[in-house]
């Protein structure tokens, strides 16, 4: 992902808590998602955020900045499991209710005991 | 039960041949894309579909083609116009865009296909 940037690689404490940030372009953006990524298998949609604030679903957050094309996703309380790359995703309007995803190269979490 | 479907999900194929990876939904989304993915790299995307017989080419659309005769599938064929074929290939849909200026519906994706070229 040209426009998008996030940390390549971070390693936390299970039972810790973690967050990843991800700056963005900020032209045409329409909205900021988040996937989780084991290795070697397909990603799976976490969170999406479209206005500024914090969106909560269990013991994950996503925050949104649009002033300043940033977002953080927050892990709590780690579990081993959590174990896996996390991409940040920016949607923008390809026009005729076209969206098109620009995805950033993913963090790869690393959970130790 | 609802889902993507990608076949198979491992797929070996020799420099110079064409080959084409499948990709069906039974979740009635109306919008199919094609990503690949290298490693250390994001996804990266080759071609979309909106609706029924209508694409548009992704960042990396050169040594690729689609089809959309249905709704339920978006069929990619790797050329051997393709430079570096060797990836993993995820398929995604999701629905339509809400409206106008409405935030879009996330995308699922199906399992990958790991294609190896050599």
Redesign the interface.
């Known amino acids: 992902g040209q426009n998008i940037d996030q940390p390549t690689e971070m390693t936390a404490t299970e039972g810790a808590i973690v967050q990843i940030n991800c700056t963005y372009q900020t032209s045409g953006f329409n909205g900021l998602f988040w996937y989780q990524q084991h290795a070697g298998e397909a990603p799976t949609f976490l969170s999406y955020n479209v206005l500024d604030g914090l969106e909560e679903k269990g013991r994950f957050s996503s925050f949104l900045s649009r002033s300043k094309g940033y977002s953080y996703l927050l892990l709590k309380e780690l579990q081993m499991k959590d174990s896996a790359s996390y991409l940040c995703a920016e949607s923008k309007d390809s026009g005729a209710g076209s969206y098109q995803l620009t995805f950033g190269k993913g963090t790869k979490l690393s959970v130790i005991p | 039960d609802g889902g993507i479907t990608q076949s198979p999900k491992y797929l070996f194929r020799k420099e110079g041949q064409n080959v084409t990876l499948s990709c069906e939904q039974n979740l009635n989304h109306d ?1 199919m ?1 094609w ?1 690949r993915q290298d490693p ?6 080759i071609y ?1 579909s ?1 609706i029924v017989n209508d694409f ?1 080419k ?1 960042d990396i659309a050169e040594g690729y083609s689609v089809s959309r005769e249905k709704k339920e599938s978006f069929p990619l064929t790797v050329t051997s116009a393709q430079k570096n074929p060797t990836a993993f290939y ?1 398929c995604a849909s999701r629905l ?2 809400r ?2 200026e409405q ?2 519906y ?7 296909t ?1 294609l190896t070229v050599t």
């Open positions: 919008a894309y990503y250390g790299q994001g996804l990266r995307l979309y909106q548009q992704g995820l339509r865009g409206g106008p935030p879009p996330e995308q699922y994706f199906g399992p990958g790991r």
